[in-house]
């Protein structure tokens, strides 16, 4: 890469993480394209250099950039042979997947892709579908191969992946979103211990 398609691929970043952020503290629709350019210091006329459709078009560049994002490789579950050592396992996973998606970047853009839906273009809400449901069957994937005594057929490793997927998106939902509360506050554990204990219980009192 040259010296000047470096400067260029610096200022579109440049100009894409500042529009990600007022995006995701203040909305789409409340964002102009002044205010980016106010945030990233530069001419109107460099933004409409790099995004020749302005706005839309860097909210679909943000939302592009996160289907890149990779999957938290999160399940290695060790052969546990006790409810507690699963459920330490899983909250393990949970955390690991916390870590992943509260990078900042990847923060601001589930903010945006939540708060943006009816800015979203069909094939983008296919796309946020999808990896819902390649993180669901990352996990299911890894529930079903637990073995004994935990063993589950297909069918129940799903319904357990949907459950316990549920109950980290609610933590996402109150926590963050209805509360607006800095994902750093957020005691995870203290948030999903109770239910993924009793999630484990039964399965460990299962046939």
Known sequence: MTNSESIRSEQRASILAVARQLFARQGYQATTTRQINAAFRGSEGLL?????????????????????????????FSAPQTPQALEQQVLAGLACWWQTMMTPA???????????????????????????????????????????????PEAKAETWATLIVGLYQKV????????????????????????????????????
Do not use: N
């Open 48 to 76: 409409y250099y790099y995004f020749k459709r302005g706005k839309r078009e860097i909210l679909d560049a943000i939302i592009a950039a996160g289907a890149d994002w990779p999957l938290p490789d999160a399940w290695r």
């Open 106 to 152: 990847v923060y601001e853009t589930i903010l945006i892709l939540i708060r943006e839906r009816p800015q979203l273009r069909d094939a983008q809400v296919e796309w946020c579908a999808t990896r819902d449901h390649q993180l669901r069957a990352s996990l299911a994937t890894a529930l079903q191969a637990l073995g004994q005594p935990f063993t589950m």
């Open 172 to 207: 996402v939902l109150e926590q963050l979103l209805i509360a607006g509360r800095p994902w750093q506050t957020v005691d995870l554990y203290a948030a999903l211990q109770p239910g993924v204990h009793e999630l484990v219980c039964e399965l460990g009192g299962a046939e």
